[in-house]
């Protein structure tokens, strides 16, 4: 099977909406352990916090009275409620060295570019002033304190921003004290001391989570929904009736500071929402009495699901079979159904008073306070959203999707200048941003960038040119490899079931006459014919096969099974180290099998250890290693992490893998520096010493474990690699450490076009407290390019900035299963391709014989 090149999901910005005067909306929750921080954060107001939660008053009213019910059941009680954590997004995490003076390159053609980003302007002594609230006698319940101080909106301003305890506004009181007298409706007198704490810094935290909470303030004139953590139009749906979807358009926005200003990110997205619910697919399961439970399992379990009641997306962790809609929890002092529950709180009336109930635990919670909260749901009112793995190989449904999901530059453009066009013309918005003394620029920001000159791609014979397009694939026409076995390959076998000798023939007669004119001799193989295409036959014939020890086994299947698939790959990585090439018959009768064939000959070159091209690289004694971790689809607790290390690319042109398994839970792989450690003696047995040059680039991390990853992932690698080098009698190598992020948000238009290969941008739109660029390597032909985030966390290599961003874009030339660039370095790839594999279908570490094949291709 030619596999396919792995592609980046986007994950939308963890973006959290303060609650309204509308209360607490979230559903049952009925489990809530002992011992657990349940309200830590609001109980800190007696003991004077001075942690922002982002549960802020926006100037509204309110009508709460001190112990009174607001709008959700009291936690301490059990009652159904939940609150998603606050994460790390808006940490700021200075990692740019001290020492480094500019991080803006000059090597490539200079272009103006424009992106997707806007402008906020603000007047020249505006800031945000910080100030902490209290109340006497002190009013345990936050939203009681909002609702008494908003009667000062007049002394305040329109413009501000409280949370129960913290207060953030443009304005400066005379006095550093300001006491101010309340009244609740019970006719209790307050008084209210705001005491002044300062100005709030663009380098502090909650500097971005005030500007983000002003721009949702803004957004909400839009009318737009909240789901989950992003706002969409559902008035601007797209139904596809046909497969039961909805199409929701949205915007993923974000505002921070970056290098001179202000700037606001705005990415067009789409909802999945589903038509059909949790409901539907129990009655579906229940059609097979017998193991309808097992099915209804394995169906929903991590599946995200929308809940209309409130707008909030859950992934369900657990059916629980023995509860249903009849059951009870308690609620304020009482035994309350969910039944009663929905009804008296939304008017929703439950159909199915038998259905199992569905649970979704918030690990992220559970984690951070040892707490295991479950939040209970009711099939019925669950909305499946996003794309099962069956709709996705479902083409006829992908091409209606892309239709609209799929924007070309010139219709993202479009879609940018109006939703700047609607925030600036809705009374509502422009009120929220005049009263923060803010104003959005109407164009789009621009930003000089560069583009590399295209690379020379290194064959046997010859050096040709990439391309300014990076895509060499007609090359092979009349190019041979780089590397090939000498005596090619001539002991292999091929299984394929007897109905399908023809193709196995035409595959073959095109397989030699592609693998020959690329250099590799290719001699008839083995060929084993079954009499049916169960998995256990082929797995039978496998074990005949290692009778002859095969250098690779090819395996003609009649379609994409999963469980054929993995077990041919487990029964030749796990038990038998041979590597294996799996081929549909679909492909074997494709028109275009010679393409088709010139691609398999490449892979199986690849996997038997050679490489098919190179590029010039200007470093020697480098070796560049790629890191990234994949979870295991059998138990999500359980997760593979994937190191692929070159070794001397300018000696032999070869490179070394291996795989361990790690918690998927962990941010830090405790896993890695033994990783680099095998490489390292690896590198050693080939050259008789170490590396001189180490460039690691890691994948795999969220914006939030970027601190952990740079205090201790970083620091713990470099200690090491010099206990390493010491012990070796040899001087600790140059190093780089480079995370990697395909998961980002910015946009770059080239003259209403997308930007070719090598386009490099390393200012304004970049962050001041970091080392990073931006890297578009890749060629799309639909839709609008995604450029790639490059952060350098650590490096005395004494190199450049350019450099770095030039060999960077070097090493997205080596992909070997695509004849152009990749989106991030080929080193990376390869390790999400091994770690995918391995969790989606090995679940077990390969045999070590197979640590320096491509077999994973």
Not at 655 to 676: G, K, Q, R
Not at 778 to 783: A, K, S, T
Request: overall charge positive.
């Amino acid at each position: 099977m030619a596999d396919e090149q792995g592609r980046g999901r986007r994950r939308p910005l963890d973006e959290e909406e303060p609650s309204t005067s509308r209360g607490n909306r979230d559903g049952p929750q009925s489990k809530i352990f002992k011992g657990s921080s349940l309200d830590g954060s609001r109980q800190d107001s007696r003991a004077g916090s001075s942690r922002a939660d982002p549960r802020v008053d926006r100037g509204g009213t309110h009508d709460r009275e001190e112990g009174g019910h607001d709008g959700a059941p009291r936690r301490e009680e059990g009652c159904p409620t939940e609150r998603r954590p606050r994460g790390d997004r808006f940490d700021i995490v200075n990692t740019r060295p001290i020492e480094l003076v500019s991080k803006k390159g000059t090597d490539g053609k200079p272009v103006m570019l424009q992106t997707n980003f806007f402008r906020l302007n603000t007047k020249p002594e505006w800031r945000i002033v910080h100030y902490h609230v209290q109340f006497e006698p002190t009013i345990e319940n936050p939203r009681v304190r909002m609702g008494i101080l908003s009667n000062h909106a007049n002394i305040l301003g329109s413009g501000y921003l409280f949370d129960g305890l913290q207060l953030f506004t443009t304005r400066k009181f005379e006095q550093d004290l300001t006491v101010l007298s309340g009244k609740s409706k019970l006719d209790i007198d307050y008084k209210i001391s705001i005491k002044f704490v300062g100005y709030i810094s663009t380098a502090e935290p909650r500097f971005l989570q005030v500007l983000n909470l002003i721009l949702r303030r803004s957004m909400k004139g839009l009318k737009l929904e909240l789901v989950g953590r992003n706002l969409f139009d559902p008035r601007a749906k797209v139904e596809i009736r046909e497969f039961r979807m909805e199409l929701w358009p949205g915007y993923e926005t974000s505002i921070r500071q970056h290098e001179k200003d202000i700037l606001l990110s705005t990415e067009i997205t789409h909802k999945v929402m589903r038509t059909e619910t949790v409901y539907d697919i129990l009655r579906r399961c229940s059609q097979n009495p017998a193991r309808h439970q097992d099915e209804f399992r394995v169906n929903v379990l991590d599946l995200i699901v929308l809940t209309d009641y409130n707008n909030k997306t859950y992934r369900i962790n657990d059916v629980d079979f023995g509860q249903t809609p009849k059951s009870t929890f308690s609620c304020k002092g009482r035994d309350v159904s969910f039944v009663e529950y929905y009804l008296t709180k939304y008017n929703i009336r439950i159909r199915d008073h038998n259905q199992p109930l569905l649970i979704s635990k918030n690990r992220d919670s559970a984690q951070k306070t040892n707490a295991s909260e479950l939040v209970v749901l009711i099939p019925e009112l669950c909305r499946v959203t996003g794309l099962t793995d069956d709709m996705r190989s479902n083409f006829q449904l992908m091409r209606s999707m892309h239709g609209y999901t799929r924007m070309n530059p010139k219709q993202r453009i479009d879609r940018l200048r109006t939703f700047n066009h609607r925030l600036q013309s809705t009374p509502e918005s422009v009120k929220v941003l005049r009263d923060w003394h803010m104003d959005l620029d109407k164009n789009l920001t621009e930003v000089r960038g560069r583009i590399i000159e295209p690379q020379k791609i290194v064959f046997q014979h010859a050096k040709v040119p990439a391309g300014e397009s990076a895509d060499w694939t007609r090359s092979f026409r009349d190019q041979k490899m780089l590397t090939t076995p000498t005596g090619g390959l001539d002991r292999w076998a091929v299984i394929a079931p007897e109905r399908n000798s023809r193709e196995l023939r035409n595959l073959l007669e095109n397989l030699f006459r592609a693998a020959g004119g690329m250099g590799l001799q290719i001699r008839s193989p083995q060929e084993i014919k079954i009499y049916d295409d169960r998995t256990a036959t082929y797995v039978r014939a496998m074990d005949d096969c290692a009778r002859m020890d095969p250098k690779l086994i090819l395996c003609l299947v009649p379609n994409n099974n999963v469980e054929r698939y993995s077990s041919i790959k487990k029964r030749g990585y796990v038990d038998r180290a041979v590597p294996t090439q799996v081929v549909t018959t679909k492909t074997a009768n494709n028109r275009t099998l010679m393409s088709i064939a010139t691609k398999i000959a490449i892979q199986l070159n690849c996997k038997l250890g050679y490489t098919p091209w190179m590029i010039e690289l200007p470093l020697s004694g480098l070796m560049t290693i790629g890191f990234d971790i994949a979870k295991s689809t059998r138990d999500r607790k359980r997760a593979y992490g994937a190191l692929v290390a070159s070794m001397d690319l300018q000696q032999n042109s070869t490179y070394f893998s291996t795989v361990s398994e790690c918690s998927a839970f962990d941010v830090l792989s405790n896993t890695l520096w033994p990783m680099i450690g095998k490489a390292l003696r690896q590198y050693h047995r080939e050259h008789k010493k170490l590396p001189a040059r180490i460039l690691l680039y890691r994948d795999g991390v969220s914006s939030g474990s970027l601190k952990q990853l740079f205090e201790y992932e970083v620091k713990d690698i470099v200690e090491k690699l010099d206990a390493e080098y010491k012990r070796a009698n040899s001087t600790p190598p140059q190093l780089s450490y480079i995370v990697v992020t395909k998961s980002m948000n910015a946009r770059f238009f080239l003259n209403g076009q997308n930007p070719p290969p090598g386009t490099i941008v390393d200012d304004v739109i970049t962050l001041p407290e970091r080392y990073d660029f931006y890297l578009v390597s890749q060629q799309v032909r639909q839709g609008t390019v995604s450029p790639t985030s490059y952060n350098v966390l650590y490096s005395n290599m004494g190199i450049s900035p350019e450099k770095i961003q030039k060999l960077t874009y070097k090493m997205c030339h080596l992909y070997y299963n695509w004849s152009g660039t990749t989106r991030v370095p080929a080193v990376c790839q390869y390790a999400k391709k091994l770690a995918t594999l391995v969790g989606t279908n090995l679940h077990s570490i390969p045999q070590n014989a197979l640590e320096k094949k491509f077999y994973y291709l």
